[in-house]
């Protein structure tokens, strides 16, 4: 059964940083690129921050937030991170942890919540 179990959300004032991280399980995680979204409150769900499969070479970052979030993987812990530096109260949102391996599987995380705010 695979699993991702998001952790590191919580509460940081603006100009901050916080570090996701997404622990998989039950999965060929090197196999899987990885990816992080999230949705705010009223808004869709988007994507922020991707990496590929393997060692990660390809990584992708919405507009927003190019050069303050940093997405990588270990592949040995099975665990993808978002660093996110500079946050914005903008950021604030649920961030949820994806998996997909081609176009047969895929998986979400439960979330984790993020706010920023003074």
């Known amino acids: 059964q695979v699993q991702l179990v998001e952790s590191g959300g919580g509460l940081v004032q603006p100009g901050g940083s916080l570090r996701l991280s997404c622990a998989a399980s039950g999965m060929r995680f090197s196999m899987y690129m990885m990816a992080w979204y999230r949705q705010a409150p009223g808004k869709q769900r988007e994507l922020v921050a991707s990496?590929?499969?393997?060692?990660?070479?390809?990584?992708n970052y919405a507009a927003s937030v190019k050069g303050r979030f940093t997405i990588s993987r270990d592949n040995a812990e099975k665990t993808v991170y978002l660093q996110m530096n500079s946050l914005k109260p903008e950021d604030t949102a649920v961030y949820y942890c994806y998996a997909k391996f081609q176009s047969l599987y895929d998986y979400w995380g439960q979330g984790t919540q993020v706010t920023v705010s003074s």
């Open positions: 990496i590929s499969s393997g060692s990660g070479g390809t990584t």
